[in-house]
């Protein structure tokens, strides 16, 4: 199969807007936690929304990836690499929707009502304090996985474009 | 040279995340809040603060009187269910609840609805300090006995003093009144927002505790759950009841300072009559999951920009994670230690 040289603008603009927001849940997320500030009640609201916004971007990017045709890593790379390239873009989707998941799930079990821009969302779960914890737990354990998932991903990314400049970073950035 | 830039680049990713995620970011963050208030002994699986309490439930019945302030279901004319809690002060739930300086009663109401409403309630109606981070200082202070140079070092106090030197506790949680303390906005339809505290009033006609069973007596200690085991008497009889009485700000309260009691001559209206019918332990009951947030709002309601009003959200969740994971954690080893007295 004749595969292109670079994402389609689809997959690469809906890239960019995800790492944007995710980065921002990230920071967001670490922050308010502790905070005792008078933003954080806004930083929570914000990032509610925001997370289940990220659920649909998530969704939307599954589909995408499953219908583009998209680049093949250069035969250059080592099997190993090209392995873990792509265990680690699996590992990617299965957290980037297990985050938002846990997310709506602690809420649900925290007995909070959730809305989104005026839609009130539905409860899937009942109301428990032993399923809050897990759900609780996950959500801060999975954000440090997702976290080192991706520092090693800016370092891969930053390693083809900076020292092997074999147009592995050019691929999700333009032709 | 572009190593070193690759390096320096990583480098920068991994401070920020660092620093992100450090709660030494500012002087006093939740988890300091929580880990002081739980004090010393963890008790596995309660509340790091007000452990000792119960569940209840009931019915709201709203009177109308505030729809034209706010647009919450909660305050349309009906009936709304809610689930409760009173509790006292405290980090320990076994310890007698009749000693507590401060009990409490919160609500959760319309649980069940997109316009949930929660609210915790203290006895007294001011706070002695403005901020949270006064407020770790004067828990700090209690803990180190040097609470009377806090309050002296703090006039901010003095409303809080004289409360505390004229209020009588009774003997029991039916006829007390219970505060928002902190002051919050209700916006109507037309988008108009006004400043308002609340409380709970009793119906019931109050008893003064006598001041043995408040101080040591010889004959009998107290018990942990004397005040608990005469509210479930009481509803036995028929409903514990209480009118959710607001009070309006006038232009010259500020919202923003629970330190300052408003003045009696305030306008006020009542939203309405909690209609208390059950009452359960906590442990196992519905009340034991939630975590009475008080910036759980719906719309018609609005926080205000009280500083010790809006530091209450993140501390409260921190002590939420931690006992849920100790009953998750429990839950998965079959190891009941963490339930304690108050299990059926
Ligand atoms: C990709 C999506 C998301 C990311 C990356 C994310 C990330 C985070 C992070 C890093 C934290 C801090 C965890 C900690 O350090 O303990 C956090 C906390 C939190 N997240 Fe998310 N989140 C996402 C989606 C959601 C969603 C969809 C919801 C709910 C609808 C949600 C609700 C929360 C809440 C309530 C907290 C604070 C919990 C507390 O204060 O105890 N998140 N999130
Ligand atoms: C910075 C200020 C405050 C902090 C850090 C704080 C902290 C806490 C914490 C950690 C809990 C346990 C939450 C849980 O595990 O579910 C709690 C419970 C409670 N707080 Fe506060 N609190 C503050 C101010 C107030 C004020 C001003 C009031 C009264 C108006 C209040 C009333 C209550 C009540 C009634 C409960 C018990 C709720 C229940 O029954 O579950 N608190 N507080």
């Given at each position: 199969?004749?595969?292109?040289?670079?994402?389609?603008?689809?997959?690469?603009?809906?890239?960019?807007?995800?790492?944007?927001?995710?980065?921002?849940?990230?920071?967001?997320?670490?922050?308010?936690?502790?905070?005792l500030g008078?933003w954080?009640?806004?930083?929570?609201?914000?990032?509610?929304?925001?997370?289940?916004?990220?659920?649909f971007?998530?969704?939307?990017?599954?589909?995408?990836?499953l219908?583009?045709?998209?680049?093949a890593?250069?035969?250059a790379?080592?099997?190993?690499?090209?392995?873990?390239?792509?265990?680690?873009?699996l590992?990617?989707y299965?957290?980037?929707?297990?985050?938002?998941?846990?997310?709506?799930?602690?809420?649900?079990?925290?007995?909070?009502?959730?809305s989104?821009?005026?839609?009130?969302?539905?409860?899937?779960?009942?109301t428990?304090?032993a399923?809050?914890?897990?759900?609780?737990?996950?959500?801060?354990?999975?954000?440090i996985?997702?976290?080192?998932?991706?520092?090693?991903?800016?370092?891969?990314?930053?390693?083809?474009?900076?020292?092997?400049?074999?147009?592995?970073?050019?691929?999700?950035?333009?032709? | 040279?572009?190593?070193?830039?690759?390096?320096?680049?990583?480098?920068?990713?991994?401070?920020?995340?660092?620093?992100?995620?450090?709660?030494?970011?500012?002087?006093?963050?939740?988890?300091?809040?929580?880990?002081?208030q739980?004090?010393?002994?963890?008790?596995?699986?309660?509340r790091?603060?007000?452990?000792?309490?119960?569940?209840?439930?009931?019915?709201?019945i709203?009177?109308?009187?505030?729809?034209?302030?706010?647009?919450?279901?909660?305050?349309?004319?009906?009936?709304h269910?809610?689930?409760?809690?009173?509790?006292?002060?405290?980090?320990?739930?076994?310890?007698?609840?009749?000693?507590?300086?401060?009990?409490s009663?919160?609500?959760?109401?319309l649980?069940?609805?997109?316009?949930q409403?929660?609210?915790?309630?203290?006895?007294?109606?001011?706070?002695?300090?403005?901020?949270p981070?006064?407020?770790?200082?004067?828990?700090?202070?209690?803990?180190?006995?040097?609470?009377?140079?806090?309050?002296?070092?703090?006039?901010?106090?003095?409303?809080?003093?004289?409360?505390?030197?004229?209020?009588?506790?009774?003997?029991?949680?039916?006829?007390?009144?219970?505060?928002?303390?902190?002051?919050?906005?209700?916006?109507?339809?037309?988008?108009?927002?006004?400043?308002?505290?609340?409380?709970?009033?009793?119906?019931?006609?109050?008893?003064?505790?006598?001041?043995?069973?408040q101080?040591?007596?010889?004959?009998?200690?107290?018990?942990?759950?004397?005040l608990?085991?005469?509210?479930?008497?009481?509803?036995?009889?028929?409903?514990?009841?209480?009118?959710?009485?607001?009070?309006?700000?006038?232009?010259?309260?500020?919202?923003?300072?629970?330190t300052?009691?408003?003045?009696?001559?305030?306008?006020?209206?009542?939203?309405g009559?909690?209609?208390?019918?059950?009452?359960?332990?906590?442990?196992?009951?519905?009340c034991?999951?939630?975590?009475?947030?008080?910036?759980?709002?719906?719309?018609?309601?609005?926080?205000?920009?009280?500083?010790?009003?809006?530091?209450?959200?993140?501390?409260?969740?921190?002590?939420?994670?931690?006992?849920?994971?100790?009953?998750?954690?429990e839950s998965?080893?079959?190891?009941?230690?963490?339930?304690?007295?108050?299990?059926?």
């Amino acid at each position: 199969m004749n595969k292109p040289q670079v994402y389609p603008i689809a997959m690469r603009l809906v890239h960019w807007l995800m790492a944007a927001l995710i980065l921002s849940l990230l920071f967001v997320g670490l922050s308010m936690v502790s905070s005792l500030g008078p933003w954080q009640y806004t930083l929570l609201q914000w990032h509610k929304i925001a997370g289940v916004v990220a659920l649909f971007a998530v969704l939307l990017r599954v589909a995408l990836r499953l219908s583009s045709r998209t680049p093949a890593l250069p035969n250059a790379i080592p099997k190993w690499q090209q392995a873990i390239a792509k265990l680690t873009h699996l590992a990617f989707y299965a957290l980037l929707l297990l985050m938002p998941l846990s997310g709506y799930l602690m809420q649900n079990a925290a007995g909070r009502p959730l809305s989104v821009f005026g839609v009130s969302l539905p409860s899937i779960i009942a109301t428990d304090l032993a399923w809050y914890g897990a759900f609780r737990e996950l959500h801060a354990w999975l954000s440090i996985a997702l976290i080192l998932l991706i520092i090693l991903h800016i370092s891969a990314a930053l390693y083809h474009g900076l020292i092997r400049r074999d147009g592995v970073l050019r691929s999700m950035i333009k032709h | 040279m572009r190593y070193g830039a690759l390096l320096a680049i990583i480098a920068a990713i991994i401070a920020a995340f660092v620093y992100a995620a450090s709660d030494k970011r500012q002087p006093v963050s939740a988890q300091d809040f929580v880990n002081l208030q739980q004090g010393d002994v963890i008790q596995q699986g309660f509340r790091r603060a007000h452990a000792n309490g119960f569940c209840v439930s009931g019915e709201f019945i709203a009177s109308g009187a505030l729809a034209e302030y706010s647009s919450a279901t909660v305050f349309q004319t009906g009936r709304h269910p809610f689930i409760g809690r009173f509790s006292v002060a405290g980090n320990n739930p076994t310890a007698p609840d009749v000693k507590a300086p401060v009990r409490s009663l919160a609500l959760t109401l319309l649980p069940d609805s997109a316009a949930q409403w929660r609210t915790a309630m203290n006895t007294p109606p001011v706070l002695p300090v403005g901020t949270p981070e006064k407020f770790y200082q004067q828990l700090q202070a209690i803990k180190n006995n040097t609470i009377a140079e806090f309050f002296a070092a703090h006039p901010e106090s003095a409303a809080f003093l004289q409360w505390r030197a004229s209020y009588q506790p009774t003997q029991s949680y039916a006829t007390e009144q219970y505060h928002s303390i902190n002051a919050f906005y209700l916006i109507n339809n037309a988008g108009q927002q006004q400043a308002v505290r609340w409380a709970a009033v009793p119906s019931a006609a109050s008893e003064t505790l006598s001041s043995d069973s408040q101080h040591d007596s010889q004959q009998e200690p107290a018990v942990t759950d004397s005040l608990q085991q005469e509210l479930f008497t009481r509803l036995a009889q028929g409903p514990v009841t209480f009118d959710l009485v607001f009070t309006l700000a006038t232009a010259n309260d500020n919202a923003s300072d629970a330190t300052v009691l408003w003045p009696a001559t305030n306008p006020q209206r009542i939203a309405g009559q909690l209609v208390i019918t059950a009452a359960n332990e906590q442990k196992g009951h519905q009340c034991d999951a939630l975590n009475f947030d008080p910036l759980v709002l719906p719309a018609g309601i609005q926080p205000s920009e009280d500083p010790i009003l809006r530091a209450r959200a993140a501390a409260y969740a921190e002590s939420h994670r931690r006992r849920a994971r100790e009953v998750l954690l429990e839950s998965l080893t079959g190891n009941n230690s963490a339930k304690g007295a108050g299990d059926e």
